[in-house]
T-cell receptor, first 111, second 115 residues
Framework: EDKVVQSPLSLVVHEGDTVTLNCSYE??????LLWYKQEKKAPTFLFML????IEKKSGRLSSILDKKELFSILNITATQTGDSAIYLC???????????FGQGTRLTINP | KAGVTQTPRYLIKTRGQQVTLSCSPI?????VSWYQQTPGQGLQFLFE???????NKGNFPGRFSGRQFSNSRSEMNVSTLELGDSALYLC??????????????FGPGTRLTVT
């Protein structure tokens, strides 16, 4: 069975800290890995990673994929209270056109 | 460009009833996927439609069904509602690229409560 596991499940840090969120996966037909941020409603797209070792960056957020070790990390530097959200990792299954999601990491940034 | 829209946003139904939810994808997107989100199970894939055909289905009972119209709008139907069907139902649309690598963009969801 396809499985995506995120850690930690919950994280509380102070504004300005740097955080690293982890995502490991075990799937039959990997196509790509996606990160989403979910606040009160719909998940919003952050990154899609297909190739190993290539860092994707958007402002203070960055992510990288390791296809040999089957994991990805999402880094957020100089965190702000607006970064408080649930961060979801998902794997796109090739041929099935479906996303398999992890449980999410609830990130809380305290001022 | 308008995002994915879903209607209604909130719905309260009674056990045994049926419900139809609607999703309009981003203009030009032809693939629509549906997901169920609950606190216990997280986000789970229901099914995916492309060009009016269901291409993939998740592990949900036959009470969950869907369809897609020629304009790519999609509906999902849940019959004989159970308390456990209470969830946030999310629709996502995507534009399949030549390589198959494409992001799914989510709508705001329909919050269904079954009493």
């Amino acid at each position: 069975e396809d499985k995506v596991v995120q850690s930690p499940l919950s994280l509380v840090v102070h504004e300005g800290d740097t955080v690293t969120l982890n995502c490991s996966y075990e799937v039959t037909n990997f196509r790509s890995l996606l990160w989403y941020k979910q606040e009160k409603k719909a998940p919003t797209f952050l990154f899609m990673l297909t190739s190993s070792g290539i860092e994707k960056k958007s402002g203070r957020l960055s992510s990288i994929l390791d296809k040999k070790e089957l994991f990805s990390i999402l880094n957020i530097t100089a965190t702000q209270t607006g970064d408080s959200a649930i961060y979801l990792c998902a794997v796109l299954i090739q041929g099935a056109q479906k996303l398999v999601f992890g449980q999410g990491t609830r990130l809380t940034i305290n001022p | 460009k308008a995002g994915v829209t879903q209607t209604p946003r909130y719905l309260i139904k009674t056990r045994g009833q049926q419900v139809t939810l609607s999703c309009s994808p981003i203009s030009g997107h032809r693939s629509v996927s549906w997901y169920q989100q609950t606190p216990g199970q997280g986000l789970q894939f229901l099914f995916e439609y492309f060009s009016e055909t269901q291409r993939n289905k998740g592990n949900f009972p036959g009470r969950f069904s869907g369809r897609q119209f020629s304009n790519s709008r999609s509906e999902m139907n849940v019959s004989t509602l159970e308390l456990g069907d209470s969830a946030l139902y999310l629709c996502a649309s995507s534009l399949p690229g030549t390589g198959g690598d494409y992001e799914q963009y989510f709508g705001p969801g329909t919050r269904l409560t079954v009493t």
